[in-house]
């Protein structure tokens, strides 16, 4: 009777498990549709915009989280940049994401850098006019090189909290405006991200 008793609650906790499991599943698979959909571009949403306005308006808004870690922000942006065609509320994000990865992996009194210009691919092409850019080099630990190629994998990430999934998310917004998001890293020294928005406009179907 002992052993039976014993075997239908390891079933009991066994079915616990596996209902939780389904849940957690279903749960993430919901969320992963999300920012799937969330990511797709709309030719309505997509304007014409100024990549400096936006790191500019990104910085107004992580002022408080900067001057409370006393992170220094340099700026050096090219004011002749052309304006790009894209969701704005989406690349604000993208910003978004990497400067506050930037400002919490770095020391009391490093420094941000933060660089816009052009990048010209053939400047006697119509189709091809090559690509704003804007970096963000910080002064952060470092990401490990076995690690650097996996950073932007949905939920992957190194710190004690969070999803995982900004970079990942970042990287989708990027590649829907058939744009380049680049990182490079050395342990000690910090971490530079690069993003290439094309000057031309998109087209769509």
Request: proline share 3%; glycine share 6%; aromatic share 8%.
């Given at each position: 009777?002992?052993?039976?008793?014993?075997?239908?609650?390891?079933?009991?906790v066994a079915g616990q498990y596996l209902e939780y499991i389904q849940n957690e599943v279903k749960r993430t698979?919901?969320?992963?549709?999300?920012?799937?959909?969330?990511?797709?571009?709309?030719?309505?949403?997509?304007?014409?915009?100024?990549?400096?306005?936006?790191?500019?308006?990104?910085?107004?808004?992580?002022?408080?989280?900067?001057?409370?870690?006393?992170?220094?922000?340099?700026?050096?942006?090219?004011?002749?940049?052309?304006?790009?065609?894209?969701?704005?509320?989406?690349?604000?994000?993208?910003?978004?994401?990497?400067?506050?990865?930037?400002?919490?992996?770095?020391?009391?009194?490093?420094?941000?850098?933060?660089?816009?210009?052009?990048?010209?691919?053939?400047?006697?092409?119509?189709?091809?006019?090559?690509?704003?850019?804007?970096?963000?080099?910080?002064?952060?630990?470092?990401?490990?090189?076995?690690?650097?190629?996996?950073?932007?994998?949905?939920?992957?990430?190194?710190?004690?909290?969070?999803?995982?999934?900004?970079?990942?998310?970042?990287?989708?917004?990027?590649?829907?405006?058939?744009?380049?998001?680049?990182?490079?890293?050395?342990?000690?020294?910090?971490?530079?991200?690069?993003?290439?928005?094309?000057?031309?406009?998109?087209?769509?179907?």
């Amino acid at each position: 009777l002992a052993s039976h008793l014993e075997d239908n609650v390891q079933d009991k906790v066994a079915g616990q498990y596996l209902e939780y499991i389904q849940n957690e599943v279903k749960r993430t698979n919901k969320l992963i549709d999300e920012i799937l959909q969330f990511s797709k571009p709309s030719a309505s949403d997509y304007k014409r915009i100024n990549l400096n306005n936006l790191v500019n308006n990104v910085l107004i808004l992580t002022r408080k989280q900067i001057n409370d870690s006393y992170i220094k922000v340099e700026r050096k942006l090219d004011l002749s940049i052309p304006d790009v065609y894209g969701d704005s509320s989406q690349i604000w994000l993208v910003f978004i994401n990497i400067i506050i990865n930037a400002v919490q992996s770095m020391s009391k009194d490093s420094e941000l850098l933060i660089e816009s210009g052009v990048n010209k691919i053939n400047i006697n092409s119509e189709e091809d006019n090559g690509y704003v850019y804007v970096i963000f080099k910080d002064q952060g630990i470092g990401i490990n090189e076995e690690n650097l190629p996996k950073i932007f994998d949905p939920f992957y990430t190194t710190k004690a909290s969070g999803t995982g999934l900004g970079l990942s998310v970042s990287y989708k917004i990027i590649e829907a405006h058939n744009g380049r998001i680049m990182v490079s890293s050395q342990i000690g020294e910090g971490t530079k991200f690069m993003v290439e928005i094309p000057i031309s406009k998109p087209s769509f179907s």
